[in-house]
């Protein structure tokens, strides 16, 4: 048994306490619990529990110890107190006593606490069951800790809903600090997280030492930025294993990604013998995704992977590897000698099969070496390995097909899970309305469903902005991951969180907002065409100004108090102020008012389910795109046509028709090929109008809206079609050479 540990200091009462004995007495009623996540049970009772200037936390059981040393250190550091640690409950001392208690309904993470008013009991059938009370007991008393800790008597039994409940952690596009990676990792297990997936290896960055393999941290952990300055850094093995042993003290799993065979610039631009083409090729600086990717006909590939594959597995114990698997253009493929030779070797059907032959070479190759994989979901494609769990990102439909066929999924879509995308696209309340289990499972499907993961990718995310996009979504997918359905009410779950920035405060956490500090929400008057305009803010206590005309608004700017009613095509800007102080940027709309507002709209092909704007009528109700393609303004169609046909349920005349696109080249947004203009005035015999091409040249990289449109001359229509090639693939210039392309259209206007 580890020799008994005794932490005493000074109790230095701050000036704040000095009128602490005067004040109102603190009975149960006035203490606060708004614990995040929320438990499965909890009972309040009358009573309070105190301690005064000495602690005592008592464990009998010696695979607690360092559990007691954990609570013991957050007692001395955060609330100035006395702590013992002892084998034996105190006579006449208040205690907290940490034990374990066969208790199989608890399974391994689930705990009950009690607390009385003259001991605090936590009990669990595994160690880590423990270590969930005591982070609910922290939430507690950072919330109660007055002169003396103060906390109110309740019962509570508390069992997660996933076994898996992650966050990824992007470390190449933006490399982290060790330090600061290990401060994530007491956030996530402070709010009952229990996986770190560790995203390690990139276009644009190798992250991790691996001594087979010098030049991967030599030559692809670095990249020469834009402004010629060098960029990068790399975790030594030593920085792995303690950052591995530090999380499994949190008792959280690390599980490391070694991406392939996409996304891996970095490692040919280091070994470029194994790519098809001998290279050379250089660390990326831009983001995206790259038509250079591992060589599938090349044994070398395989032999280097492997060697790879065999350094992570002695770092890492986790029983899963990540191997990516996602965004693997075929371009390169398609034209390799030697891939060709693979595909006929071994009898394959084309590069989609490939790339499954390519995942389950490495899945077998991990199985030997008792390791299981985790993909993407694109690992679905050509076939899945067998023991493969498909991590679904594009939609939920990748985690439906996996658990259909017996394989574990873990559920993060792009809708709900990726933090690195605007708070205005995905707030607060989105991701707490994510429920990982697709309603199309029955029980047994529902089964391979592990939990899910928020995703904090990095590409515009350094290190200092992490914490305002992570923070306080996460507390709404930690909610999500550990606390039942029934058990989950937004509306309580937002007054809980109030408390919370407290805590999070607290623990240094630079938060940023709930949702967009300024929100549009309009209504329209199908009959005039005429919008009624609501502003509300996105956190409390703010205050909107606004203007209508265009101009800059300030803190002198109309302050909004009533929607206001629009009547013609303008420009709202409004700014947030709290305390006089603006919060965020100049939030803007712009409100076009035609013919076709409200009117119906026919595609002949659907849009994208994770680009669809507000539904079907979103690119006629007035609203005009900004430059982000995420604002839920655009609709975006991969590798498709937009065909549309607008009824403006009579004949009318027509003297313009205007159609706005985004293009952003980088991420394979390009401008159509070709738009044309048709009329009709019975909706089957239609007259082309004009046809447009040359749009914008398709090597423009800046991300660029436009208008296109036509005049016309005494033309009397009620029908409107309007037709958009899309380029359907990206050009042999460009990074993803042979993907799919994408358009994005906001707004049809018709005059």
């Known amino acids: 048994m580890k020799k008994m540990r005794v932490f005493a200091i000074v109790l230095i009462i701050a000036v704040s306490f000095a009128g602490c004995n005067s004040q109102k007495k603190i009975t149960s009623e006035n203490l606060k619990i708004d614990l995040v996540p929320q438990v499965s049970d909890l009972t309040k009772k009358s009573g309070t529990f105190s301690f005064d200037e000495k602690i005592v936390v008592v464990s009998e059981n010696e695979e607690l110890l360092d559990l007691q040393d954990y609570l013991s250190k957050f007692l001395f550091e955060e609330c100035n107190k006395n702590v013992a640690i002892v084998s034996k409950k105190p006579d006449g001392l208040p205690f907290i006593h940490l034990f374990?208690?066969?208790?199989?309904?608890?399974?391994?993470?689930?705990?009950?606490?009690?607390?009385?008013?003259?001991?605090?009991?936590?009990?669990?059938?595994?160690?880590?069951?423990?270590?969930?009370?005591?982070?609910?007991?922290?939430?507690?008393?950072?919330t109660n800790n007055h002169a003396k800790i103060i906390l109110p008597q309740l019962l509570i039994t508390d069992i997660p809903k996933f076994p898996?409940?992650?966050?990824?952690?992007?470390?190449?596009?933006?490399?982290?600090?060790?330090?600061?990676?290990k401060r994530y990792i007491d956030l996530l297990a402070y709010h009952k997280m229990n996986r770190l997936h560790?995203?390690?290896?990139?276009?644009?960055?190798?992250?991790?030492?691996?001594?087979?393999?010098?030049?991967?941290?030599?030559?692809?952990?670095?990249?020469n930025e834009v402004d010629g300055k060098k960029y990068g850094g790399f975790y030594s093995k030593e920085d792995v294993k303690e950052i591995v042993e530090y999380a499994a003290s949190r008792y959280i799993t690390v599980v490391p990604e070694i991406e392939l065979p996409g996304h891996s610039s970095a490692a040919l631009a280091s070994y470029p013998e194994i790519s098809c083409t001998g290279g050379p090729f250089q660390v990326e600086t831009n983001w995206g995704v790259f038509k250079?990717?591992?060589?599938?006909?090349n044994d070398n590939t395989f032999a280097f992977l492997q060697d790879v594959l065999d350094e992570v597995c002695e770092l890492f114990p986790s029983e899963y590897i990540h191997i990516g698997g996602d965004e693997a253009p075929k371009y390169r493929w398609e034209n390799c000698e030697k891939c060709q030779k693979r595909i006929e070797d071994e009898k394959l059907h084309d590069e989609h099969e490939l790339q499954s032959y390519f995942i389950k070479r490495i899945e077998k190759y991990l199985s030997s070496k008792g390791k299981k994989i985790i993909g993407w979901d694109e690992i679905?494609?050509?076939?899945?390995?067998?023991?493969?769990?498909?991590?679904?990102?594009?939609?939920?439909?990748?985690?439906?097909?996996?658990?259909?066929?017996?394989?574990?999924?873990?559920?993060?879509?792009?809708?709900?899970?990726?933090?690195?995308?605007?708070v205005k696209t995905t707030d607060l309340e989105k991701v707490y309305s994510f429920d990982p289990i697709p309603e199309e499972l029955n029980e047994t499907e529902a089964k391979h469903i592990l939990g899910g993961e928020c995703n904090m990718w990095t590409e515009r995310a350094p290190q200092e902005t992490i914490d305002s996009k992570v923070f306080p979504r996460i507390l709404a997918m930690a909610e999500v991951l550990w606390t039942y359905p029934q058990n989950r009410n937004y509306e309580e779950f937002h007054n809980r969180v109030q408390t919370h920035y407290d805590r999070l405060e607290k623990l240094g956490v630079n938060y940023g907002f709930e949702s967009q500090p300024v929100i549009f929400k309009t209504e329209i008057d199908l009959n005039t065409g005429n919008y009624k305009l609501i502003l509300s803010s996105g956190k409390q206590k703010l205050d909107i100004h606004f203007t209508i005309d265009g101009s800059e608004?300030?803190?002198?700017?109309?302050?909004?108090?009533?929607?206001?009613?629009?009547?013609?095509?303008?420009?709202?800007?409004?700014?947030?102020?709290?305390?006089?102080k603006r919060i965020g940027n100049i939030f803007e709309r712009k409100f076009t008012k035609h013919k076709a507002i409200g009117k119906k709209i026919i595609l002949k092909n659907q849009y994208s389910k994770n680009y669809p704007a507000n539904g079907e009528n979103s690119i006629i109700d007035g609203l005009k795109g900004t430059n982000e393609y995420r604002d839920k303004l655009w609709q975006g169609f991969e590798g498709e046509d937009l065909e549309a046909i607008i009824d403006l349920n009579e004949t009318m005349k027509i003297s313009e028709i205007k159609l706005g696109f985004l293009q952003s080249v980088p991420s394979w947004i390009f401008a159509p090929t070709k738009v044309s203009f048709y009329t009709s005035s019975n909706g089957k015999d239609y007259e082309k109008a004009e046809e447009i091409t040359d749009i914008l040249p398709e090597k423009l990289m800046k991300t660029t809206t436009k208008d296109i449109g036509i005049k016309l001359d005494n033309t009397k229509a009620q029908f409107i079609k309007i037709v958009g090639l899309n380029k359907q693939k990206c050009p042999d210039w460009h990074p993803g050479a042979g993907g799919k392309t994408w358009i994005f259209i906001d707004e049809i206007e018709i005059y």
């Open 100 to 142: 374990l208690k066969k208790n199989a309904q608890l399974g391994n993470e689930g705990y009950t606490l009690e607390i009385s008013d003259k001991y605090i009991e936590l009990s669990a059938h595994e160690p880590a069951g423990i270590f969930y009370g005591i982070q609910t007991l922290k939430q507690l008393v950072a």
């Open 164 to 181: 898996w409940r992650g966050m990824l952690l992007d470390c190449c596009r933006h490399f982290m600090e060790k330090e600061f990676v």
């Open 198 to 223: 560790w995203h390690l290896t990139e276009d644009q960055g190798w992250r991790i030492e691996i001594e087979k393999y010098p030049k991967l941290t030599e030559i692809g952990a670095w990249r």
């Open 292 to 297: 250079d990717i591992y060589c599938a006909g």
């Open 380 to 422: 679905l494609e050509g076939g899945l390995a067998p023991g493969a769990t498909v991590q679904s990102w594009r939609g939920i439909e990748g985690g439906i097909e996996a658990a259909r066929t017996g394989h574990d999924a873990i559920m993060s879509p792009t809708s709900h899970a990726y933090f690195d995308y605007d």
């Open 553 to 580: 608004p300030n803190e002198n700017s109309e302050k909004y108090s009533q929607a206001i009613l629009i009547d013609k095509t303008c420009k709202i800007k409004a700014i947030a102020l709290h305390d006089g």
